[in-house]
């Protein structure tokens, strides 16, 4: 049974930053692409980033360009998102989610291309 359990989402300033981190189980993180997806009150879930299985390939919104990183310790089976320059728009439910396929090439960024979903950690960010 696949499991993804994010952790590291709290209340932080504008300009702070955070890292979120996705614990796997039940499957490789190094044998799937794995995304950040994120969900505001009131709007639709949108994709953050993602990482292919490979990790030589990254996608990322326009919005956090710049200012977020995905990055994977194998070791640990955990996926992170370090997240800079926060500002108030980035404030949401973030959730990690692997690709529904093993070994995809590149990074999908719709969602019902990833099988896999975690219960989301919240991030407020304050003005």
């Known amino acids: 049974q696949v499991q993804l359990v994010e952790s590291g989402g709290g209340l932080v300033q504008a300009g702070g930053s955070l890292r979120l981190s996705c614990a796997a189980s039940?499957?490789?993180?190094?044998?799937?692409?794995m995304a950040w997806f994120r969900q505001a009150p009131g709007k639709e879930r949108e994709f953050v980033g993602g990482?292919?299985?490979?990790?030589?390939?990254?996608n990322y919104a326009d919005s956090v360009k710049g200012r977020f990183t995905i990055s994977r310790d194998y070791a640990k089976n955990t996926v992170y998102l370090q997240m800079n320059s926060l500002k108030p728009e980035d404030t949401a439910v973030y959730y990690c989610?692997?690709?529904?396929?093993?070994?995809?090439?590149?990074?999908?960024?719709?969602?019902?291309?990833?099988?896999?979903w975690g219960q989301g950690t919240q991030v407020t960010v304050s003005s």
């Open positions: 989610a692997a690709d529904r396929i093993r070994r995809r090439i590149g990074v999908p960024v719709a969602g019902t291309s990833y099988g896999y």
């Open positions: 990482l292919s299985w490979t990790g030589s390939t990254t």
């Open positions: 039940g499957l490789t993180v190094g044998d799937y692409g």
